[in-house]
Every structure is written in C-alpha cells, then in structure tokens.
C-alpha cells in the first residue's frame, strides 16, 4: 500500500505566472508576499497587488532560513493578519513561506512542532492557504510538505513537516529562471539530481514515484549543461520541470545519507545545502553500493544500474558509470567543493551521530553505521586535517520588512522605510 500526496493545484509552463495572477484574489484580500532580497522576479505580483488595491505586507529574506527568523517574521505576520502567503524565489524562500503559513495561526513557539530537536507535535490548526512560485529549479520546494530550517543553537538542519503544508497552488513558470547565474544554477541542478537519485533508491519507493524519479532522471541529465552553462529556454524549462517532479518524489518516498549528513552538516557550516548534497553524492551513492554488495541486495544494485543506464542513456552502462557521470557533472558545472568551507573543523564523529538522528537517512536503501558515515566525510574531504579558510559566502538568514499596507509609506512606491529584524 502507499499514498501520494501533492499541491491541489499545479499550473506550469511560460507565461504561468502572469496568467495565473488572478487566483491570489481566490483567496481573499489581505496577503504576505515573501520573496527573495533582490525582488525584480516578484515584480509582477507587487504590480498585481497594488493594482487589485490589495492589502498587503512584503517580507523578504536572503540566506537559509533559521527557527528565529520564523519564529520573530510570524510574530509581525500575526499582527498583520494574512488570509494567504503567496512565496516567490528560491527554495530558502518558499521554505520561509511555508513555514509562516503553518506558524502564524498556531500558538506556541516554532520548536513545538519541528522534528529532531523540538517536540515535533503535530499542526493543532491547519496552515494559512500558500501559492509557490519557484524562479530557481532546485528543490521542488512547491510541492513538498516541509520547510528545512536551521537550528542555530543545535547547529543542525532540521524540518517544520505536515500534509497540509503542502503549497494549495505551484506555479512553475520556467521564464522565472531563464538568466540564473551559472553557478546559482548548477548547484540547483544537483540539488534536484540528489532528490531523484535518493528517492529512487530509497528504502521505501512506490510504483509511482518509481514513474515520477525515472521521467525527471531523463528530462534532467540531458538538459543541465545547456541550461546552466547555455541558458537554453528548453533545457531551463525541464530543470524546472524536473525539479518539481523531484519535490513530488521526495515527499511521497524516502530520501537517503547524503541528505542526512548535509543535514547535520548544514547548521555547522557557512554552505549552501544544495553545495553539501550534491558533493556527498557520488560518495554516498559508492558507499551504499559497497554496503549493498556485502549484504547481497541485488535490489539495491539493480537500481542503481537502472539509475546509470538513465543518466547516459546506455543500455550497457554499469554502477560505476552513473557515479562517474555524477562527478563528471560536478567538475563541468564548478561546484565548490566542500573543503572550501572549512568541513574538517567539524567532528566527523559528531556529524555522523547527529545525521543517524535526522528523518532523511531513515530512507537509506541499506542502514550505514557511524563508522560507514564518517569513512563518507572522509572521502568528500581527504585533506589531512587542512581544509582552505572558509569560502566568504555568507549563508546567514535574515529578513526585511519591505512594505506593510498599515505603513502609510512605501518603499516600493518611493518611500525608504524598511524594517530588518
């Protein structure tokens, strides 16, 4: 028996977002937008609310979205009342958009509800009605029932899950994403790589997603090196596509130890989550297949032979060709690798412990010990001890309050106001 869960509604293609504008009205009349510090791709839906005479109160956030950033964004939303959120950017973004739709009308405090470090009590009142619009092909964050936060002061990711926090509507307009920067994108490509490969692997596939990992495998491994490098149109609209197909996979499936380990790998490092993922990867993926090997789960092996006859398009491919096409992708794309953040001032040890603790790594085709997690760390990173100084990219979130319709000046309309907290 299995499930299948995601948005009631999905409307995709180019042009989506402008011919889609008139459900927020659906929904009523008092919206929170949440978008991304740069808001240029929100442009259409502020010209929207201002022209309907909406009221509205714009929020926008830059870096990975933290318990404290929900927790003290919900507090001003409260005030402000939304009867909806409509999330415009990446995944951070709908993360954050997610999140304060189920936090605004639920009492008590975000580590209530969260898992591994919070209580993880179950959403007393059902979240506030969400639209999704993605404008990176990421993390299918538009269709997924959780938002992955950090945890500052456990220093780990953790996730804000629930059925209903699964978008009302997805709106996937390709054109969002078309001009990404390279490296914005590449990262994004892997990210949606990691979640088709673990979902399809994972302890736990259906028939279904089965279907939806195997299509979104085809469509992205062609397209990534065109759209990333290229900016092709067609290749940007299947990563989009592929990306949403991946969130679909993820949520009605299981993930695996290289979301695991970038979980807990997250809150310890000044990186973005789709950089750890996509680095531990092909290790994760050798790992696995040694540990299968030993344990005779021919199951296991023929998926992951099916996933390299996917990702070459050869019939004849073997196991270790779809882990050299993963690093092959790694290499052309110039992702940073992971010593460029400082990991071996982590405790390998540490990070193998509080990866065992997280809900990812539950779905792991085959259970890995501590020792197997830590020999994983080890290989993304074999400097002996002497890791470059971190790369000076600042992850850490925060949040402005760009314009509120109960502010009687705008910043969007000429004013200068803006309130960070």
């Known amino acids: 028996m299995f499930q299948f869960m995601t948005s009631n509604r ?12 008139s459900l927020i009205k659906q929904y009523g009349y008092s919206v929170l937008l949440v978008s991304g510090k740069h808001s240029e791709r929100a442009r259409l839906v502020i010209d929207y609310l201002n022209a309907q005479k909406l009221r509205y109160q714009h929020v926008a956030i830059s870096g990975e ?21 409509v999330a415009i950017g990446g995944g951070s973004v709908l993360d954050m958009g997610k999140a304060l739709a189920a936090i ?20 007393k009142t059902k979240p506030l009605p969400m639209i999704a619009i993605p404008t990176t092909a990421s993390t299918g964050s538009e269709v997924t029932r959780k938002a992955v936060l950090k945890s500052g002061q456990d220093k780990v990711k953790v996730s804000l899950r629930s059925p209903e926090m699964i978008p009302d509507v997805a709106i996937v307009d390709p054109t969002l994403t078309y001009g990404t920067d390279p490296r914005i994108s590449g990262r994004g490509a892997m990210e949606t790589f990691t979640h088709l490969m673990e979902s399809y692997v994972c302890g736990d596939p259906n028939p279904l997603t089965d279907m939806i990992c195997e299509e979104g495998i085809r469509k992205l491994a062609p397209a990534i090196l065109p759209a990333c490098l290229k900016d092709d149109k067609q290749a940007r609209a299947d990563l989009s596509f592929s990306a949403m197909l991946g969130g679909m996979a993820s949520t009605n499936a299981k993930l695996g130890a290289a979301h695991g380990l970038a979980a807990a790998l997250c809150g310890k490092l000044d990186a973005p989550h789709s950089v750890i993922t996509s680095r531990l990867a092909p290790h994760v993926m050798l790992e696995n297949i040694n540990a299968a090997r030993l344990a005779g789960r021919e199951d296991i092996l023929a998926r992951y032979i099916h996933l390299a006859q ?17 690093e092959d992708m790694l ?21 193998a412990e509080d990866a065992l603790k997280s809900s990812s790594i539950k779905g792991n085709p085959i259970p890995l010990t501590i020792e197997r997690l830590v020999y994983i760390l080890n290989q993304v990173c074999s400097c002996q001890g002497e890791c470059q100084e971190p790369a000076e990219i600042q992850m850490s ?3 402005e309050l760009l314009y509120d319709s109960l502010v009687e000046e705008s910043p969007e309309q000429g004013g200068k106001h803006k309130s960070a907290y």
């Open 10 to 21: 999905i409307v995709f293609g180019e042009g989506a977002l402008e011919n889609s504008l």
């Open 65 to 85: 979205p933290n318990i404290t950033m929900v927790e003290e964004t919900a507090m001003v939303g409260r005030r402000f009342s939304p009867g909806l959120v």
């Open 104 to 123: 605004i009308p639920n009492q008590g405090n975000v580590y209530d509800y969260v898992e591994v470090v919070g209580r993880c009590v179950p959403l």
């Open 310 to 326: 996917l990702l070459t398009a050869n019939q004849q491919a073997n196991i270790e060709d779809g882990i050299a096409w993963v």
């Open 331 to 351: 290499d052309k794309l110039k992702l940073p690798s992971i010593s460029n953040f400082g990991v071996c001032s982590t405790s390998f040890e540490q990070v």
């Open 397 to 399: 979130g925060n949040v």
